[in-house]
């Protein structure tokens, strides 16, 4: 897999690609990443990449020409091919007014063979750049960064950790939070309780007690049937309290139906 990130901020990814999985996987060549800097695109005296809208307007949006150039130097397929799905390839630009980004959509990407992350600014780029180049708009949540480069930076780690053997343990990244809930299903109750699309179950380490906080008993029984049980009764309650949209997009079972009902009426009990 192959990342490519435009920015004007090319420094900025020294940091963000230098640690955890992201470096292993570069190690270990499953994946390269080459940084871009747009300025080296723009061919007036002072390297100028953004102007301001016509119609008038606060602030100043991305211009066209450099962004094209740079893409051009690239030498990405079509956007003709892209959109047919003839390339392995994809061009992405960050902007807060795109389709939120989502595990679904890391999975997807995972599958590609190389990715090209354009990096928009806060005010915008030029909407040619989104109609005309890029193939896909994406946003990673409800609010306004100054930049993408947050974003790239994101979406390269979560995709990066759905490329084989970049997470050692290749199990625990189908378990998380959010994952696919069909990959889950088929592995069907096991004594850790993937996800299947929940928020994670709580988890707790040694020592056993700390600082007279106790580690919950039914962790350390050894019965796998009610650890499981817990992990999975913990997991609705915190997906119901934290984000309860979640419960709407999976298929709950009768088990879940019924662990549902009994957080519930313990919610009631407390609040009378």
Not at 95 to 106: E, M, R
Not at 114 to 137: N, P, T
Not at 143 to 148: A, D, E, F, I, P
Not at 187 to 201: A, H, I, K, V
Request: aromatic share 6%.
């Amino acid at each position: 897999m192959r990342f490519d990130i435009v920015t004007i901020f090319p420094d900025f990814f020294r940091g963000p690609l230098d640690f955890g999985i992201v470096r292993r996987a570069r190690e270990a060549g499953l994946i390269a990443i080459e940084v871009h800097d747009l300025r080296a695109f723009a061919h007036d005296r002072h390297h100028t990449v953004d102007d301001r809208p016509f119609g008038g307007g606060e602030g100043m949006v991305l211009k066209p020409e450099p962004v094209f150039e740079c893409l051009e130097a690239l030498h990405i397929p079509s956007w003709e091919e892209r959109i047919a799905g003839g390339a392995q390839q994809s061009v992405i630009l960050l902007s807060a007014q795109g389709k939120k980004f989502d595990q679904a959509t890391a999975q997807e990407l995972s599958a590609l063979e190389r990715i090209v992350l354009v990096s928009g600014r806060y005010e915008g780029v030029d909407e040619r750049v989104g109609e005309f180049l890029a193939d896909r708009e994406l946003s990673i949540g409800d609010y306004v960064l100054s930049g993408g480069e947050l974003g790239a930076a994101v979406i390269v780690d979560a995709v990066t950790r759905l490329i084989p053997g970049a997470v050692g343990n290749e199990a625990s990244a189908r378990q998380e939070s959010f994952s696919a809930v069909e990959a889950q299903a088929e592995e069907g109750p096991n004594s850790t309780c993937g996800s299947r699309g929940l928020l994670d179950y709580p988890h707790y380490t040694r020592p056993a007690e700390f600082r007279g906080m106790a580690v919950p008993e039914v962790l350390v029984s050894g019965n796998h049937e009610e650890i499981r049980r817990w992990r999975r009764r913990t997991a609705l309650e915190k997906t119901l309290r934290n984000r309860p949209d979640l419960l709407d997009r999976i298929a709950l079972s009768d088990e879940d139906q019924e662990l549902l009902a009994q957080i519930k009426r313990k919610g009631k009990e407390i609040e009378i």
